[in-house]
C-alpha cells in the first residue's frame, strides 16, 4: 500500500491539474465552470468540493486497480490455487465508515445551499421582478414592477437580485443561464417556479433551453443583459415609448395587417407573440441569428439581413415555430418591413 | 411410468416458435437483442453524425428528435433488458442445480411479448413518424395537443406490452430461486449472480407495475381524451413525472444489479478465488435495490418541488454511493492475492471496474441539488448515465456473453477478436462519453439538434463521433466473432475455463436439455469448486437415475403476443380507421387481437397439459444438443 506522503505528492498536482482545467474553462458567458455572478459561484463551489473528494476516490480505486491487476497476474506455467479468502470484517467496516464521512463532507454543504438557494425574493422590493414565460420556441419578460413586456432579451441592473417567476405557456421548458445561474423548469399551468439570481458585472449572458420541447429545442436561445442601473433606468423608459409605424404606407399597412395581429409594437398590436418593440437593438433575431456586422458563422447577420432571413423563411431557421407559413408578403412588404424593424432601436446605454 | 400418449416434438422454425425451453429462450433473448442493440446502436451513430459539427444538417429537427427517443427507448427496454434476460435465462437454472424455471410457459409468453412490443415500437418508423418525446416522454409535449401524430401511441402501446414481458419474467425467476435451488443450497450458499438476478427480479416486481400505470393514464389521456395529464381538465403534468421517475429509478438498479452479478461471478472465476466478502456483497446488494426505490425525486430537482424534497432526496441519492463503494472494494479484493488470467470476459470485466467508478462519482456529483441546477439537462447527465450504463451495464454483458458463450452454445469465442473487441470498445468508449462531461458544464444542453459554432464545443463533439465510430467497429467485430464461432465443433467440454466453481459448470456444454441427470447436491457456497478441491470430479447426486419431467412446448404464448400487437394497432388508429356499418373499425380490430389473446389463455387454462418425460434410455442421447 502507497504510504501518506507518496499519495500526497500523487494527489496534490493532479488536483491543481484539475483545478486549472476547471478553473476558467468555456466562455464567460456561457460556462458554469466560469460563474459570473453569486448564485453560479455558489453551484460552482459545490462543484468544486464534490470534484475533489470523488477525485480521491477515484484515484484510490484506480491506484488499487492498477496495483492488482499487475502484480498478481497469472504468470505462465503457475497453476497454483491461491489461498481462498472468506473476507475481512476490519475493511468492511473502513470501506463503509470512510464513505460515509465523505458524504457528510459533501452532504452538509448541500443541504445549506439547497435552502439558500430556495430564497424568495418575490415580495423583496429591492428585487426587480421578471415573469418568464416559456413559449414554443421563444421567451417572454414580463416586468410588473414596470408594466413592460419584451422577448428574447432580459436586460437588468447589475448586481441587483433578479426574482424570476417562470411558467410555460405550452410544453415543459427550463430557464437556464449557465454563467449566472443553475437552472429552474418552466411548467404550465399551476405549477409555477421561482428562483433568484443576479449579474454583477456588465455583459450579455447566453441563455438556453433546457427541456426538450420540440424540433427547435437547440434554437431556443435568449440573452440576459446585465447594465449599469443608469442605463437600465433609460432602457425602462425607452422601451415604454410610443413606436411610430412605418413611414411607408403600403409598409406599413402590410405591418399592421399582417404583423401586428400577432406580434406588438408600443401600444399597437397583439400580445400572444414576441414583442417587438426596440428589435433592432437586441443581440439576435429569433435567439439564434446573431447580429453582427462583421459575420463568422452561418447564423450570424447584420440586424436587416437577418430580420429577412427571418420574415422570409421562419420554418428554415427554426422548425416547427407557430410563425412558419401564417403569412404571405410581397418582396416590396419583407425589404420594407425587415427595414423597419432594424430602424426600432432603443438608446439606453 | 409408461405412457400412452405421443409426445409432441417439434424441430426446426417451430422448435423455436413452441419452446418452453430455458436455454432455447435465453438464445432468443439473444438474438432480438442484439438485434435491437444493433438498431440502437445505429441509432447512436446517426444521432453523432448529425452533431459531429455545429449547425449541422445531416438529420432534420424531427427526425433528430425521433432518433433520441427511440435510441434510449431500444437501447433500454429492447437491448439491455433483453441481454439480460439472455444470460438469466441461460445460467440461473443451471447455477441453482434445477430443469427449467419455475413457469416455463410464462417464460416464453415473456419472450414473444417482448419481441412484437419491441417490433410494434420499431414499425413507427415507417409509419408517420417514430416517437419523439424523448424516452421519458414528458407531458405536454407528450400529450396529442403538440404530438398529434401516432409516434407517442407506439411509445405506450409498444412498451406496455414490452413491458408484460418483463414483469412475467421477473415473477418467474422469484419463484424459481425461492423454490428449485437443488438441496444443500441455502440461500447463503447461492452464487452472487443468482443472488444478483433475485434482487432485479423483486425490483421488476415492484416498480415495472409504476410503468404500467403511467402508461395506461397516458393512452387514456391521448385515446380516450382523459386529463390525468391534462391541467384544464385538473390533472397536473408533474404527475407524469413523479410516475415515470417511480419507476425510472429503480429501472436503472434492474440494469445495474445483474451486471453486478456478472463482475463478481468472471472476477472469481478468473482469479481463482472465492468472491471476497460474500455477505457483505449479499446485503449491499440488497440495500442498493431499497435505496433504488427512494431516489426517484433527483430526476426532477428542477421541476420545482421545494428545498426539503430537494434535500431529501440529495442525501438519500448520496447514501447509495455506500453500499456501491462496498461491492467495489470487495471486487478489488477478489483479486487481490489471486491468480489473474486476462481472458476476454476478464478484460470486460476488470474494465467495468475503474469504468464504473467512474459514472458512480459523477452520478454522487448529480445527487448535490443545487449543484445538479448546473448538470441537469445537460451533456453532463448524458456523459453520467452512458458510463454508468454502457462502461457498467454492456460492458457486463460483454463479460458475461464471452464467460458464458461456451456453456449456452458448446464453443468458446475466439480469444483474439475477443481483446480486440474489448479494447476498440473501451477505447471508442471513453472517448465519446468523456469529454461530454466538459461539454455539459460548458454550457450544451441535452437533446438538441444541433448547436452554434464558436461556442467552444465544435472539437470535443468530433472527438466523441470518432470514438462513437470505434464502438461501432468493437460491436462488428463481437458479431463476426460470434458468426465465426457458430462455425467450430461444439466441443467446449463441461468446464471450458477449468477454473469453474459454480454449477453450471458440472455439466456439458452446451447443456442437454434435461440440464442435469441427476439433481446435485450441494454442500457449500461455489458448489462445483468446494466439490474440485476435496478431490472430487463432479457433483455428487441428490437423486437415482430415473425419468425426467419436462414441459411440453406450445404455440399460445406465440399466438397471445400477436393478439397484444393486433390489438395495439386497433387502439391506436380508432381515430382514424372510420366506421365499419355502427362499430368503429380501430375498437374492433383492438377487441378481435384482444379476443386472440384471451381464447388463448381460455384455451391453456381448459387444455390438461402434463407435460411428457425423457426415458432413462434416451438421457444419453439427449447430452451434447442444444
Known amino acids: ?349 | 411410468m409408461s405412457h400412452t400418449h405421443t409426445v409432441k416434438r417439434y424441430s426446426g422454425l417451430m422448435d423455436w416458435l413452441t419452446t418452453v425451453d430455458h436455454k432455447k429462450i435465453g438464445i432468443l433473448y439473444l438474438l432480438a437483442g442484439g438485434f435491437f442493440f444493433l438498431v440502437g446502436g445505429l441509432e447512436a451513430l446517426l444521432i453523432r453524425v448529425q452533431l459531429w459539427k455545429p449547425l449541422n444538417d445531416f438529420v432534420g429537427a424531427d427526425t433528430y428528435n425521433e432518433l433520441i427517443t427511440m435510441h434510449g427507448t431500444t437501447m433500454i427496454f429492447l437491448a439491455a433488458m433483453p441481454l439480460l434476460f439472455a444470460l438469466m435465462n441461460a445460467v440461473i437454472p443451471l447455477q441453482i442445480g434445477a430443469r427449467d424455471v419455475a413457469f416455463p410457459f410464462l417464460n416464453s409468453l415473456g419472450f414473444w411479448t417482448f419481441f412484437f412490443g419491441g417490433v410494434l415500437l420499431n414499425i413507427s418508423w415507417f409509419t408517420g413518424g417514430a416517437p419523439d418525446a424523448g424516452w421519458t416522454s414528458y407531458v405536454p409535449l407528450a400529450g396529442t395537443t403538440y404530438s398529434a401524430n401516432h409516434g407517442v401511441d407506439y411509445y405506450v402501446l409498444g412498451l406496455q406490452i414490452a413491458g408484460i414481458g418483463t414483469l412475467i419474467g421477473g415473477i418467474n425467476f422469484l419463484a424459481t430461486i425461492i423454490n428449485m435451488r437443488a438441496p444443500g443450497m441455502t440461500f447463503m450458499r447461492m452464487p452472487m449472480f443468482t443472488w444478483a438476478i433475485f434482487i432485479t427480479s423483486a425490483l421488476i416486481l415492484f416498480a415495472f407495475p409504476a410503468l404500467t400505470v403511467g402508461l395506461v393514464a397516458l393512452m387514456f389521456d391521448r385515446i380516450f381524451s382523459a386529463n390525468f395529464f391534462n391541467p384544464s381538465g385538473g390533472g397536473n403534468m408533474v404527475l407524469w413525472e413523479h410516475i415515470f421517475w417511480i419507476f425510472g429509478h429503480p429501472e436503472v438498479y434492474i440494469l445495474i444489479l445483474p451486471a453486478f452479478g456478472i463482475i463478481s461471478e468472471v472476477i472469481s472465476t478468473f482469479s481463482r478465488k472465492r468472491l471476497f466478502g460474500y455477505s457483505s456483497m449479499v446485503f449491499a446488494t440488497m440495500l442498493i435495490g431499497f435505496l433504488g426505490f427512494m431516489v426517484w425525486a433527483h430526476h426532477m430537482f428542477t421541476t420545482g418541488l421545494g428545498p426539503i424534497a430537494n434535500a431529501l432526496f440529495s442525501i438519500a441519492t448520496m447514501l447509495i454511493a455506500v453500499p456501491t463503494g462496498i461491492k467495489i472494494f470487495n471486487w478489488i479484493f477478489t483479486m487481490w492475492g489471486g491468480s489473474i488470467k486476462f481472458t476476454s470476459a476478464n478484460l470486460f470485466a476488470v474494465g467495468f471496474i475503474p469504468t464504473f467508478v467512474m459514472g458512480g462519482v459523477t452520478g454522487v456529483m448529480l445527487a448535490a441539488a443545487p449543484a445538479d441546477f448546473q448538470y441537469h439537462d445537460s451533456y453532463f447527465v448524458v456523459a453520467h448515465f452512458h458510463y454508468v450504463i454502457v462502461g457498467g451495464l454492456v460492458f457486463g454483458i460483454f463479460a458475461g456473453l464471452h464467460y458464458w458463450w461456451p456453456k449456452m452454445f458448446g464453443r468458446i469465442l475466439n480469444e483474439t477478436l475477443g481483446k480486440w473487441t474489448f479494447w476498440t470498445f473501451f477505447i471508442g468508449f471513453h472517448m465519446t462519453f468523456f469529454v461530454q462531461h466538459f461539454l455539459g458544464l460548458m454550457g450544451m444542453p441535452r437533446r438538441i439538434w444541433t448547436y452554434l459554432d464558436g461556442l467552444g464545443f465544435n472539437e470535443m463533439n468530433l472527438i466523441s463521433t470518432i470514438g462513437a465510430v470505434l464502438m461501432g467497429v468493437g460491436t462488428i467485430l463481437f458479431l463476426l466473432n460470434a458468426i465465426s464461432a457458430s462455425f467450430k465443433p461444439k466441443n467446449a467440454g463441461n468446464d471450458p475455463w477449468e477454473d469453474g466453481r459454480t454449477l453450471e459448470w458440472t455439466i456439458p456444454s452446451p447443456a442437454p436439455e434435461y440440464n442435469f441427470k441427476q439433481t446435485p447436491l450441494v454442500r457449500g457456497y461455489d458448489a462445483f469448486w468446494k466439490e474440485k478441491m476435496d478431490g472430487h470430479k463432479g457433483m455428487t447426486p441428490a437423486e437415482p437415475i430415473g425419468p425426467i419431467h419436462m414441459p411440453s412446448p406450445s404455440i399460445l404464448p406465440f399466438f397471445m403476443s400477436i393478439g397484444l400487437f393486433i390489438a395495439g394497432f386497433g387502439f391506436m388508429y380508432a381515430r382514424n380507421w372510420g366506421h365499419i356499418g355502427p362499430l368503429n373499425t380501430g375498437y374492433t380490430v383492438a377487441v378481435i387481437g384482444l379476443l386472440i389473446t384471451l381464447g388463448c389463455m381460455a384455451l391453456r387454462s381448459i387444455k390438461d397439459d402434463h407435460g411428457f418425460h425423457i426415458e432413462v434410455h434416451e438421457l444419453d442421447d439427449k447430452g451434447g444438443k442444444a
Not at chain 1, 403569412?327 to 446605454?349: N, R
Request: net charge negative; proline share 6%; hydrophobic share 40%.
Open chain 1, 1 to 349: 500500500m502507497m504510504n501518506r506522503w507518496q499519495l500526497g505528492k500523487r494527489l496534490a498536482p493532479l488536483m491543481a491539474m484539475m483545478m486549472l482545467v476547471l478553473a476558467a474553462c468555456g466562455r464567460e458567458d456561457l460556462s458554469a465552470l466560469n460563474p459570473q455572478g453569486p448564485v453560479a459561484e455558489e453551484q460552482f463551489g459545490l462543484m468544486k468540493l464534490a470534484i475533489t473528494i470523488m477525485s480521491l476516490v477515484v484515484i484510490i480505486v484506480f491506484a488499487l486497480t492498477f496495483y492488482v491487476i499487475i502484480r498478481y497476474r497469472r504468470r505462465k506455467g503457475d497453476n497454483k490455487v491461491p489461498k481462498q479468502v472468506e473476507g475481512n470484517h476490519k475493511l468492511e467496516i473502513i470501506w463503509t465508515v470512510i464513505p460515509i464521512i465523505l458524504l457528510v463532507i459533501l452532504g452538509v454543504p448541500t443541504v445549506q445551499s439547497v435552502f439558500n438557494l430556495s430564497k424568495d425574493y418575490s415580495n423583496d422590493p429591492d428585487a426587480v421582478q421578471v415573469i418568464v414565460t416559456s413559449h414554443q420556441y421563444w421567451w417572454e419578460f414580463e416586468y410588473p414592477q414596470y408594466g413592460i413586456k419584451t422577448a428574447q432579451e432580459m436586460i437588468i441592473p447589475a448586481g441587483k437580485t433578479i426574482s424570476i417567476s417562470t411558467k410555460s405557456a405550452d410544453v415543459k421548458h427550463s430557464f437556464w443561464i449557465p454563467a449566472l445561474a443553475g437552472k429552474i423548469d418552466s411548467n404550465a399551468a399551476s405549477n409555477e417556479n421561482k428562483m433568484y439570481f443576479s449579474a454583477p458585472k456588465t455583459g450579455v449572458y447566453l441563455g438556453k433551453c433546457a427541456e426538450l420541447c420540440g424540433p427547435s429545442h437547440g434554437l431556443m436561445d435568449f440573452k440576459v443583459k446585465s447594465v449599469d442601473s443608469a442605463s437600465f433606468d433609460r432602457w425602462v423608459a425607452a422601451i415604454q415609448e410610443p413606436v411610430a409605424l412605418p413611414s411607408d404606407p403600403a409598409v406599413a399597412a402590410a405591418f399592421e395587417s399582417k404583423c401586428l395581429s400577432c406580434h406588438a409594437v408600443g401600444d399597437k398590436g397583439g400580445p400572444a407573440f414576441p414583442n417587438l418593440t426596440g428589435i433592432g437593438s437586441r443581440a439576435s433575431v429569433g435567439g439564434i441569428l446573431v447580429n453582427t456586422d462583421d459575420p463568422e458563422y452561418s447564423n450570424e447577420g447584420s440586424v436587416y439581413d437577418n430580420l429577412y432571413r427571418w420574415i422570409k423563411d421562419p420554418e428554415a431557421v427554426k422548425p416547427g415555430n407557430l410563425m412558419s407559413d401564417a403569412y404571405d408578403l410581397t418582396e416590396q412588404e419583407l425589404q420594407g418591413i425587415s427595414q423597419y424593424l432594424s430602424e426600432l432601436t432603443l438608446e439606453y446605454e
